[in-house]
């Protein structure tokens, strides 16, 4: 890789020979301008994060590589998502299969990419800046009061009624049925759906007990579009009613990779919660 300059020193290098694979995830994440990269032994995580209440990680193990070399522990950087995404959205077309090598020679210089589509060679520099520190949410773990494993394909069928006026959107869990419920309203009315935990398309259902937790729709919509592309989904909700969605994404050349999403939960008013999880259904 990289013959030109091979007396160069980069403390990261990597290739991966089918762009599509990153331009997918990037695409998960792309929701604010700015995100923290991360790279270690184990691949890439890149971090996005919108008010310190929303937080979404893609990692990028290293079986998507065929190359892939760090001299640092720990290399990190911020950059432009939305320019990422646009470099590699290049070659991202029908069904032409671009490769794609990056390379990072450290603090102050930029990311460097080199797509190469047959005899088309683009070359980008990203202009790179000091990662900041990012909130750092554990999983629920031992502190999970409530737990789903789904289907994705069946919980984007299952979410796909919300109506997207409403500002805010209420995740019911509970150990009686309807057992998982979803509801929104606006001006135009309530909508609300609910699925008991034998339902086809969910696989795990672990309840404590009943909860309701509040998130601004604003908020929850990046994980609703990375729902359209995960073949599993993870959620969990904490006592606290911290939220964690883990998704298993499926590359273009059927390869797995993960994303994480957190978001904080709206206080919701005790009269409010006592109303709403007294509702009979």
Request: aromatic share 10%.
């Amino acid at each position: 890789m990289d013959t030109e300059n091979t007396e160069i020193h980069y403390v990261l290098k990597g290739k991966v020979d089918n762009v599509k694979n990153l331009t997918q995830l990037v695409k998960c994440i792309n929701f604010k301008e700015i995100a923290v990269f991360f790279a270690s032994k184990n691949g890439i995580k890149i971090v996005v994060e919108d008010s310190k209440c929303v937080q979404a990680s893609a990692f990028i193990g290293t079986d998507i590589f065929t190359e892939f070399t760090i001299n640092e522990e720990l290399v990190s950087f911020r950059l432009d998502i939305t320019v990422l995404l646009e470099c590699l959205s290049m070659f991202d077309q029908g069904n032409s299969q671009a490769s794609l090598n990056l390379y990072y020679r450290g603090h102050g210089f930029p990311l460097r990419l080199v797509l190469v589509e047959e005899d088309v060679v683009t070359d980008c520099s990203i202009k790179t800046l000091e990662a900041l520190e990012i909130l750092h949410f554990d999983p629920p773990g031992e502190r999970v009061y409530n737990k789903m494993i789904a289907d994705g394909n069946g919980l984007k069928d299952f979410l796909s009624d919300m109506d997207s006026g409403s500002e805010y959107l209420d995740i019911q869990m509970s150990n009686s049925q309807p057992n998982f419920i979803v509801r929104t309203e606006s001006t135009a009315g309530r909508c609300e759906a609910s699925v008991s935990q034998d339902a086809e398309w969910i696989e795990e259902f672990v309840s404590h007990g009943q909860s309701l937790s509040r998130f601004k729709l604003t908020q929850f919509k990046p994980a609703l579009k990375t729902i359209q592309a995960a073949k599993k989904v993870s959620i969990q909700l904490s006592r606290e009613g911290l939220l964690c969605m883990q998704f298993v994404i499926m590359t273009e050349s059927k390869q797995l990779c993960y994303i994480e999403y957190y978001c904080t939960p709206v206080i919701i008013d005790d009269d409010d919660e006592e109303a709403v999880l007294s509702q009979e259904f």
